[in-house]
Nanobody
Framework: QVQLVESGGGLAQPGGSLRLSCAASVRAFSIYRMGWYRQAPGKQRELVALITSSGTANYVDSVKGRFTIARDNAENTVYLQMDSLKPDDTAVYYC?????????WGQGTQVTVSS
């Protein structure tokens, strides 16, 4: 069983920044992909960003140039640096990891962007 523990959500003003962290309970070398999804009220969960074990990153178009995903294999952790936040970024953000062909999810952390 893989556990993903998220931290770093909260309230930010438009144009502000937040940094999300997700620590995995397994060695990073066994995690093919890690990343973040989000779900806003009344909407489906959507991909935000993913990063492979080799460091290849992909982003949804709406966050390109504003969000940066990174992983620290030594710490089994993935980060999401969110800059230039917009009210539309308000959602519950979920950490995701693909381990040995099985998808795992964190419990979610709330991000609210409001003045």
């Amino acid at each position: 069983q893989v556990q993903l523990v998220e931290s770093g959500g909260g309230l930010a003003q438009p144009g502000g920044s937040l940094r999300l962290s997700c620590a995995a309970s397994v060695r990073a070398f066994s995690i093919y992909r890690m990343g973040w999804y989000r779900q806003a009220p009344g909407k489906q969960r959507e991909l935000v960003a993913l990063i492979t074990s080799s460091g290849t990153a992909n982003y949804v178009d709406s966050v390109k140039g504003r969000f940066t995903i990174a992983r620290d294999n030594a710490e089994n952790t993935v980060y999401l640096q969110m800059d230039s936040l917009k009210p539309d970024d308000t959602a519950v953000y979920y950490c995701y990891a693909m381990v040995m062909g099985v998808a795992y999810w964190g419990q979610g952390t709330q991000v609210t962007v409001s003045s």
